[in-house]
């Protein structure tokens, strides 16, 4: 798989506490500059880079993030303001303690609520893969594709572990076809990346495949 093939399906991100708007405009610069299908960024700094970049490259946000539980009223205000603010994007974290409790009906709703609240904009939800049994993790599979998001998402790369090679073959597997799926938090290499596409991801949550592609681009390769 060519290397520009992978850029394009990696969300460029950065969610540091500590992102100031000179890094966020660097990510920026480097979505435009390596094709990625967007940059993954806090919302409190949507608005100023989508009227930086304007059409030349998606801007998503994380919601809800990176523990899950506030309210789904919270919720949807972070994603409707968002979306006014000029996010193409949305990635939300279920109430993993309903998860936990086996509320898939009221995990369900909410998600269904946020969609509503993206105004057509896509929604991927983050279900937080390492703090689920496998269980848990198919019956999460059929809240995201009951519930009319985009994308089901391993994880937030905030908590123990990020995506797996087995979840992502546990998602390919279990969710509706319309569903795709999107590997977040450790992708660290083109192997684990191209991996990760053939076992069905869509999107890879990463920045170091840029990262790469600028060191081979440094020594003449890329």
Known sequence: MELKDILAKCDHTLLAQTATWA????????GMKYATASVCIPASFVKQAKD???EKLAICTV????????????????????????ADE?????????????????????????KAACKGKLLKV????????????????????????DYIKTSTGFSKAGATFAD???????VAPHVKIKAAGGISSIEDAEKFI???ADRLGTSRIVKIAKGLENDGTY
């Open 90 to 114: 949305v990635d939300m974290v279920i109430n993993i303690g309903w998860a936990k409790e086996g509320k898939w009906a009221e995990i369900t709703s909410e998600i269904a609520a946020i």
């Open 198 to 200: 053939a076992l069905g």
């Open 168 to 174: 992502v073959e546990l998602f390919a597997a279990h």
């Open 63 to 86: 919601i809800g993030f990176p523990n899950g539980y506030a309210t789904t009223a919270a919720k949807c205000f972070m994603a409707s303001d968002a979306v006014d603010n000029g």
């Open 23 to 30: 890094d966020i405009k660097a990510i920026c610069d480097d």
């Open 126 to 149: 983050i279900i937080e893969t390492c703090l689920l049994t496998d269980e848990e993790k198919i019956a999460l599979c059929k809240c995201v594709s009951d519930s009319g998001a």
């Open 52 to 54: 930086y970049v304007g």
